[in-house]
């Protein structure tokens, strides 16, 4: 039991090292010259890489923010009993902890850090399939209507709760995608300004 709780705790720091990794920065700075939190939206997520970048390093961006957030989550689940409240209790501060990371990375003096989405992504894709998928589907539909990634993201973030609700039933899953959603929309106020006023770049 106490092994256990030393494992969980070496991997509660592991997730937000890991989730602090700012990928977007490090892969506009192997492909260009420029700085990305001083260029196009000076978010380091990867639509501001695709912006800068290109589609490829835009894409492995994607990829690897997603894998922050799954990759902790998902040995998690090989450690804790995903059926017991503790087991979920302990799910959720890994998803959040990598989340966290995301928004606050230590290796960027806690600030400068990307808008969560793809992270979220990733922790719920191991958390909550179905929920995930239909988050995903939400946010592929708003996107190829309005042509805003920002607002695909604020759809998606809005319709994960009730998503993880109806497929797990569980309220602490259910709980951390309403905070994860909240703070996914405190990092978007800017976009949602810009998008209420009209200004909010396309993404094609």
Known sequence: MFDNQIKFFGLLIAAYLSGSIPFGLILT???TSVDIR???SRNIGATNVKRLAGTGPG???LAADMLKGAIPVYFGCLLLNYDTAWGQAGLALLALSAFSGHLYPVYMKFQGGGKGVATAAGCFFVLAPPAAFTALLVFAAVVCVFKRVSAGSLAAAAALPPAVWLSSKSLIMTG??????IMIYYRHRENIKRLLAGTEPAIF
């Open 29 to 31: 700075r192997c492909f």
């Open 38 to 40: 001083k260029n196009g």
């Open 59 to 61: 894409l492995i961006t």
């Open 176 to 181: 951390t995608a309403v905070l994860i959603g």
